[in-house]
């Protein structure tokens, strides 16, 4: 079996989908692993490192020749992948909802196109989830970013000079990114609060020294809510939620936000009106930013300043940190792959509960459930 791994065409996408480590990996499984040129080097991979684990190194076109599994961070065009065997899998993440077209292109292409954004959300995949490992890192780097534009300190420091008070930090969405945002803000001695619409997290907050400010009037969703993931909240839960956050924003500093609802749009949390109540110089990041905003005035890839308020809304944060996150989802990539190894076959072998939730398209045809 010949796994290819193919540099990154998206644009600012740092990130390669392979490991020095996991190319070793796959070579021990029995495959054979071959990388375009280049492929890492944004990644702090070069192509040496990938030689010294036993890849061959190539164009793309002899990266892909033959290649049964193919890899990527962001799923090429299936164009992009002539030569490849005939319904070769392509393992990597594919923003099925954003992006149907490009499914299409797989399915008109014979590919079996697996993404790992579907990954189920149970204990045995916990390795295989790319969106936790990606997430975890980009909430430690959304509170690195908001310090980059914060014209204060987050501690508070006693010096000859005076006291420096402590950055007040309020975190919204405290799912695998807010839990990594609330424990970075405490390192860097903000005060922090935060929030969510699953009961569960509250415990959670606390437990990381954080103050957890929920909604009382209305029921949120009870516990971890369906495989973690939040839905859609009432009209009566958003007003509630919206006279909560009125209230707190306007004492904060830094407010992160990262609530995401699978297959919508990202829920508005924060209005044009709160931002104003909030002190100059205050600083929002949206991690949501791509995925329609949490933030009234947001725009992807850009800083914007409302009200004397910086709103932060990077592109793709993960690939801010691109060698650690890279290093993560080659593993997701591995874990995954090695876990529905079958010997004989020398190939993957899924099982129905992981197949048929990641498997995007199979014989021609869109196959998964989602997209019907
Ligand atoms: P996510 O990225 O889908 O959403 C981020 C957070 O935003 C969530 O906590 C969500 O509840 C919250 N949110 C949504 N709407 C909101 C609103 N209107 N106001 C405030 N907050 C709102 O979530 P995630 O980070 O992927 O993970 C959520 C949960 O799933 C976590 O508890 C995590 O531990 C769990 N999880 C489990 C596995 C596994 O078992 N394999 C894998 C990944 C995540």
């Known amino acids: 079996m010949k796994i290819a791994v193919l540099k990154e065409l998206a644009s600012g996408e740092r990130r390669?989908?392979?490991?020095?480590e996991t190319v070793k990996k796959f070579i021990a499984l029995g495959a054979t692993v071959a990388v375009e040129g280049g492929a890492g080097l944004q990644a702090s991979v070069a192509?040496?490192?990938?030689?010294?684990?036993?890849?061959t190194i190539g164009d793309r076109a002899a990266t892909v020749k033959?290649?049964?599994?193919?890899?990527?961070?962001?799923?090429?065009?299936?164009?992009?992948?002539?030569?490849?065997?005939?319904?070769?899998?392509?393992?990597?993440?594919?923003?099925?909802?954003?992006?149907?077209?490009?499914?299409?292109?797989?399915?008109?292409?014979?590919?079996?196109?697996?993404a790992m954004e579907f990954m189920p959300r149970i204990t045995r995949a916990q390795s295989m989830d790319?969106?936790?490992?990606?997430?975890?890192?980009?909430g430690y780097k959304a509170v690195l970013d908001a310090a980059a534009e914060y014209g204060r300190a987050f501690p508070m420091m006693m010096t000859a000079a005076g006291t420096v008070s402590a950055a007040r930090a309020f975190i919204m969405g405290v799912g695998v990114a807010g839990l990594q945002a609330?424990?970075?803000?405490?390192?860097?001695?903000?005060?922090?609060?935060?929030?969510?619409?699953?009961?569960?997290?509250?415990?959670?907050?606390?437990?990381?020294g954080a103050k957890a400010i929920f909604v009382e009037a209305v029921k949120g969703i009870e516990g971890e809510g369906t495989g973690g993931y939040a839905t859609e909240m009432s009209d009566e839960y958003k007003a509630a939620q919206a006279e909560l956050v009125s209230s707190h924003i306007a004492k904060q500093d830094i407010v992160i936000t990262t609530a995401l609802i699978p297959g919508r749009p990202a829920p508005r949390l924060i209005s044009d009106a709160q931002i104003a109540t909030m002190k100059p110089g205050s600083v929002i990041v949206d991690l949501a930013v791509e995925q329609g905003g949490n933030v009234e005035g947001a725009v992807a890839g850009e800083v914007v300043e409302r009200h004397g308020v910086k709103i932060v809304g990077h592109r793709n944060v993960p690939?801010?940190?691109?060698a650690d996150t890279s290093a993560l989802f080659s593993r997701n990539l591995y874990n995954f792959l090695s876990a529905f190894w079958d010997k004989e076959k020398n190939a993957p072998v899924?099982?129905?509960?992981?197949?048929?939730?990641?498997?995007?398209?199979?014989?021609g045809k869109v196959v998964n459930e989602r997209l019907l």
């Open 47 to 55: 192509d040496a490192d990938y030689a010294a684990a036993g890849a």
């Open 319 to 322: 690939s801010r940190l691109a």
């Open 350 to 363: 899924l099982d129905e509960e992981i197949g048929n939730a990641i498997r995007l398209t199979q014989g």
């Open 130 to 138: 790319i969106l936790s490992s990606q997430s975890n890192l980009a």
């Open 182 to 208: 609330i424990a970075t803000a405490r390192r860097l001695g903000a005060q922090v609060s935060a929030t969510d619409v699953r009961a569960a997290t509250k415990e959670q907050i606390e437990s990381l």
């Open 66 to 114: 033959g290649a049964g599994i193919i890899l990527g961070v962001q799923a090429p065009d299936a164009a992009t992948l002539a030569g490849a065997a005939p319904g070769a899998i392509v393992a990597a993440s594919f923003n099925p909802f954003g992006e149907r077209a490009k499914v299409d292109g797989y399915a008109a292409a014979g590919l079996e196109a697996l």
């Open 16 to 20: 390669v989908s392979a490991s020095a």
